[in-house]
């Protein structure tokens, strides 16, 4: 983990600044998920995080906890945008050159022309999509708007992409009932987008391991580790997106990248918070 920087005894800066990255997501209310997951796990991970807020999600107690939904216009998600490529793109003259930046929540289709557009430019060497898909605060109709226009527009721009079971579905057109099927979920989503892939099965296919794979086009891996739990913690998604990401950022190989943010998420798992909600949410900071 980066050390946070030194000074010697002519106030000169010893060490290297560590690396930016920025991810574009929503904020989740609860601080289990979204904007706030990613900056926690840049943070534990030693990379500075920036954020781009696209959405705010609240869960309603009142509503058996479902998602509560209201998005971020779009004039400040690019002034937002804006202001991050002025202070750490490659013109602003900062010694840390903002180039990996990780996709989250960005929950309808207006976003998605507007983050699609800063990132065609071509700034960013790593573009990491955890593909968030369906929101349940959404109308079914606009939330298939939603799906199709990321696809279109966000997926083809993607390095790197880590879908969830429905999410791997939904991508790959195929049914993921067990880990071969995982397997062929991978193949088929990378040559789709032609990005590094990690599906995940997390807890919904059966056995004693938590099961994901990575698949980039040439190496293909299964990585596991014995579940912790049978239900699904908030953040999980998030935080393994969001550590491929600082992963990538510091220099690391995608597959490197897929195998350390697959031990970290299992043991922010390990250590979840519990709370007045019906689900726990996965802390970062816990013992390694």
């Not at 750490?88 to 050159?97: E, F, N, T, W």
């Not at 430019?121 to 109709?141: H, M, R, T, W």
């Not at 279109?152 to 791997?168: C, G, K, M, R």
């Given at each position: 983990?980066?050390?946070?920087?030194?000074e010697?005894?002519?106030?000169?800066?010893?060490?290297?600044?560590?690396?930016?990255?920025?991810?574009?997501?929503?904020?989740e209310?609860t601080?289990?998920?979204?904007?706030?997951?990613?900056?926690?796990t840049f943070?534990?991970?030693?990379?500075?995080?920036?954020?781009?807020l696209?959405c705010?999600v609240?869960?309603?107690?009142?509503?058996?906890w479902?998602?509560?939904?209201v998005?971020?216009?779009?004039?400040?998600?690019?002034?937002?945008?804006?202001?991050?490529?002025?202070?750490?793109?490659?013109?602003?003259?900062?010694?840390?050159v903002?180039?990996?930046v990780?996709?989250?929540?960005?929950g309808?289709?207006?976003?998605?022309?507007?983050v699609a557009?800063a990132?065609?430019?071509?700034?960013?060497?790593?573009?990491v999509?955890?593909?968030?898909l369906i929101?349940?605060?959404?109308?079914?109709?606009?939330?298939?708007?939603?799906?199709?226009?990321?696809?279109?527009?966000?997926?083809?721009?993607?390095?790197?992409?880590?879908?969830?079971?429905?999410?791997?579905?939904?991508?790959?057109?195929?049914?993921i009932?067990d880990?071969?099927?995982?397997?062929?979920?991978?193949?088929?989503?990378?040559?789709?987008?032609?990005?590094?892939?990690?599906?995940k099965?997390?807890?919904?296919?059966s056995?004693?391991?938590?099961?994901?794979v990575?698949y980039?086009?040439?190496t293909?891996?299964?990585?596991?580790?014995?579940?912790v739990?049978?239900?699904a913690?908030?953040?999980a998604g998030?935080?393994l997106?969001?550590?491929v990401?600082?992963?990538?950022?510091?220099?690391a190989?995608?597959?490197?990248?897929?195998?350390t943010?697959?031990?970290?998420?299992?043991?922010?798992?390990?250590?979840?918070?519990a709370?007045?909600?019906?689900?726990?949410?996965?802390?970062?900071?816990?013992?390694?």
């Amino acid at each position: 983990m980066t050390s946070v920087a030194s000074e010697n005894l002519s106030g000169a800066n010893t060490t290297a600044a560590p690396a930016v990255v920025l991810t574009i997501a929503g904020s989740e209310a609860t601080g289990g998920a979204g904007a706030q997951a990613d900056l926690k796990t840049f943070q534990q991970l030693g990379v500075f995080g920036i954020a781009t807020l696209t959405c705010i999600v609240s869960f309603d107690p009142n509503n058996d906890w479902n998602h509560r939904f209201v998005p971020v216009d779009q004039e400040v998600i690019a002034h937002q945008l804006e202001a991050t490529t002025a202070a750490y793109g490659a013109a602003s003259g900062s010694p840390s050159v903002l180039d990996t930046v990780k996709i989250g929540m960005l929950g309808s289709p207006a976003t998605i022309s507007t983050v699609a557009s800063a990132l065609s430019s071509g700034a960013f060497g790593n573009v990491v999509l955890d593909p968030v898909l369906i929101c349940k605060g959404q109308e079914p109709g606009h939330a298939l708007d939603t799906d199709q226009a990321l696809k279109a527009q966000i997926l083809p721009l993607a390095t790197f992409v880590t879908p969830n079971h429905f999410e791997a579905e939904s991508l790959s057109g195929l049914e993921i009932t067990d880990v071969e099927s995982l397997k062929a979920a991978a193949v088929r989503i990378h040559e789709l987008s032609g990005a590094a892939v990690l599906a995940k099965g997390g807890v919904r296919l059966s056995g004693t391991d938590a099961v994901d794979v990575f698949y980039d086009g040439e190496t293909l891996e299964v990585l596991t580790a014995p579940k912790v739990g049978e239900v699904a913690v908030s953040g999980a998604g998030c935080s393994l997106a969001a550590a491929v990401t600082a992963e990538l950022a510091k220099g690391a190989t995608p597959l490197d990248a897929a195998r350390t943010a697959k031990d970290f998420v299992t043991a922010g798992i390990r250590n979840r918070m519990a709370s007045g909600a019906p689900f726990d949410a996965l802390w970062q900071g816990g013992p390694r």
